[in-house]
């Protein structure tokens, strides 16, 4: 019996350590091998895995196989081959015949305008290579069909092909293609032993702190980027950003983290970055049925910002003068001070949501909690005052125990609005306010709908800035207006919802965007 027993054992242990080998072997993340060969320098780097982990395959297949068209698993392959020969077609390039041959499992670009042209920055393709040969004759055969000559060069005791329309080499199992030698040059340097990207700390930091199993992945080093561009004292407090895009089982998530340093910040990105650690409350007030809504922290922090950060670049001053015009207009037209009456009242939380369109005008709410609701009270008393006095007929009525004030433009439509519980709601019209009252007060909003928690329950999380979109809502709303193809229509169809996210908590900001896939 003890024998038993321990052959029992034994072979459970054995079964375990089999089952949990196999499963890190099909689930494991796949492993960035290019990053290694991306010159340290690198400003941008984005990679692609053609062959992902099992896990992601299963997700994407899964999501795929929803899409009209794309249901029958045994043809998967050849329709998304398809797909991307189509995408490439337009290049001349013949994705079957001249790509997928020779490609392997990752594709990535790596650069930045510190090497050249800050608005469009040279880029160079590392690919891994199945089969050399066939890559050398599908790179000879889409170099010369734009009319390129390639001519041999020798570098640190390696080849590359050289033509005035790019060159390439190869480094290791990896072809390196770019706009240049000196391109080539800085990958051969780097696999010869030169500092590279992944040698970075700044780079293994960002991405460790993001998940290792995904479709793709992406590197931006923001200060590069910055001071490459002129906006170096606009973009304080952070240095680097990572993003990577993953299969989930209801939807594709792309989500991003953004190291953040309040003590190099500016009191106004510091202030922002506060505001982002909380969850809108505004779309408690949204009425179950609606299509489409943003919600945006500090708006007018923002707008502020934005506008001296256009003051100071030359190409800002027409901007610039343009809003002053806009300023003058209101003041001297209206009687309203755009800064005194209106930007208060977008100092917290701003929320545009769509419910529909109702003879060629949108139905929806402007929802917004300012941080002293007393004194938007008054800013708008303003702004309906100065409207009363330039033509506009200002009557109330009663939602319930709410006050709705209507004010009626000539010529141009009417406005309503009430202030409840430090909360301003306005429409177009009575009816848009009336739901949003109902809405808060039922408890069947928006914000409790399913498609809108399943949507920020893929993201993990929903925190400061946010957007939600029902695509297929929103693509029957437009209708004919919007020319599409009708096996385009079908899949847009097909799509459930978008959402985006852009929650900041413990040093970090995030990013997260969701699209679901209807079952």
């Given amino acids: 019996m003890h024998r038993l027993v321990i052959a029992l054992v034994t072979l459970i242990g054995l079964t375990a350590a089999a089952f949990l080998a196999g499963y890190l072997f099909l689930f494991s993340a796949a492993t960035d091998r290019a990053a290694a060969l991306a010159p340290a320098d690198s400003a941008f780097y984005v990679t692609v895995y053609l062959q992902p982990s099992t896990g992601q395959q299963l997700n994407l297949s899964g999501l795929i196989g929803r899409l009209p068209g794309f249901a029958d698993e045994a043809s998967l392959d050849e329709k998304v081959d398809q797909v991307v020969q189509n995408l490439l077609s337009g290049t001349g390039i013949d994705y079957r015949a001249q790509v997928k041959p020779w490609l392997g499992d990752q594709i990535a670009i790596a650069g930045g305008p510190g090497s050249g042209d800050a608005v469009n920055p040279p880029v160079t393709v590392i690919a891994e290579v199945t089969d050399r040969e066939a890559a050398r004759t599908a790179i000879a055969e889409i170099l010369g069909g734009s009319g390129a000559q390639l001519r041999a060069e020798t570098y640190a005791g390696a080849e590359l092909q050289v033509s005035d329309a790019g060159a390439y080499a190869f480094v290791g199992d990896m072809v390196v293609i770019g706009e240049t030698p000196e391109a080539i040059h800085a990958v051969i340097d780097t696999e010869a032993g030169g500092e590279s990207l992944a040698d970075r700390d700044d780079f293994t930091a960002t991405m460790d702190a993001l998940e290792p199993d995904h479709l793709a992945s992406a590197f931006f080093d923001l200060s590069a980027l910055a001071d490459a561009t002129g906006m170096a004292d606009q973009v304080t407090g952070v240095s680097t950003a990572g993003a990577v895009l993953v299969a989930e089982r209801e939807g594709l998530r ?13 009191p106004s990105d510091a202030a922002s970055f506060a505001l982002g650690g909380e969850p809108s409350s505004l779309v408690d007030w949204m009425p179950p049925n609606t299509i489409a809504e943003a919600v945006v922290f500090g708006l007018s922090q923002t707008l502020e910002d934005a506008e001296a950060a256009l003051g100071v670049a030359p190409e800002g001053e027409e901007i610039t003068g343009a809003l002053d015009t806009v300023r003058a207009l209101a003041a001297f037209g209206l009687g309203i001070d755009l800064d005194a009456d209106i930007l208060p009242l977008l100092d917290r939380e701003v929320a545009v949501a769509l419910g529909g369109l109702e003879g060629g005008l949108p139905s929806g709410q402007i929802l917004l909690r300012p941080s002293d609701p007393s004194a938007a009270t008054d800013a708008l008393e303003r702004v309906a005052s100065a409207l009363a006095r330039v033509g506009a007929t200002r009557t109330t009525e009663m939602v319930g125990e709410e006050e709705v004030t209507i004010l009626s433009v000539p010529d141009t439509g009417e406005v309503a609005y009430a202030e409840v519980d430090g909360i301003v709601i306005l429409g177009f019209g009575l009816d848009d306010v009336a739901a949003a009252l109902e809405a808060h007060a039922s408890g069947d909003s928006l914000g409790t709908s399913d498609r809108y928690t399943t949507t920020f329950d893929v993201a993990g999380t929903r925190a400061g800035t946010e957007a939600f979109v029902d695509v297929g809502a929103l693509v029957d709303l437009l209708g004919d207006p919007i020319e599409l193809p009708d096996d385009a229509r079908d899949i847009l169809l097909q799509v459930g919802t978008l ?18 896939i209807d079952p």
């Fill in 499 to 516: 959402g985006i996210t852009a929650p900041s908590h413990d040093h970090q900001i995030e990013f997260h965007a969701v699209l679901t």
């Fill in 254 to 266: 792309l989500s991003a983290s953004v190291p953040f340093d309040r003590a190099e910040a500016t």
